[in-house]
């Protein structure tokens, strides 16, 4: 599986030490910034990666700022796409199997990086579930689908697996 990596500024650190870690796992990584500590700004990372899942091209990805919240707002902007944040083993495993987040986002400033390898090890090995929560997810989308003001598309489907037809 290929796994697309973004952070600003305050998660550069973070960041290359999970890059790391994944090409360690034997994860397949693309990396979409920063490249350094220099400030970025973290929506422009956060919908560079979400437009790759969103279009299908990468499965999943992982962002990082100074709280996480921040790429979680953004990421989510993008149709199709649900980004978590998650700071524990427990809710990055049910962001999966419950929630069918594409998009794990974690903060900087607030999880240490033994932590961190921790929390994406629980997502990376996690898989949607279905069953009822196939239902809840199906709600939201098509929420999001009326929202946008009509049908969904096919590469909101594309991007949303199986859990969303």
Known sequence: MKIAIGCDHNGYELKEAIKRHLLDTGAEVEDYGC???????YPDVAFNVAEEIRTGRLERGILICGTGIGMAIAASKVPGVRAALCHDTYSAERSRKSNNAQ??????KVIGIETAKKVVDAWMNSEFEGGNSERKVNKIT????????????????????????
């Open 142 to 165: 098509q929420r999001e689908m009326e929202y946008l003001g009509g049908d969904r598309n096919e590469e909101a489907d594309q991007s949303a697996g199986s859990c969303c037809g």
């Open 35 to 41: 490249y350094s500590p220099e400030e970025t700004d």
């Open 103 to 108: 998009v794990l986002t974690m903060g900087a």
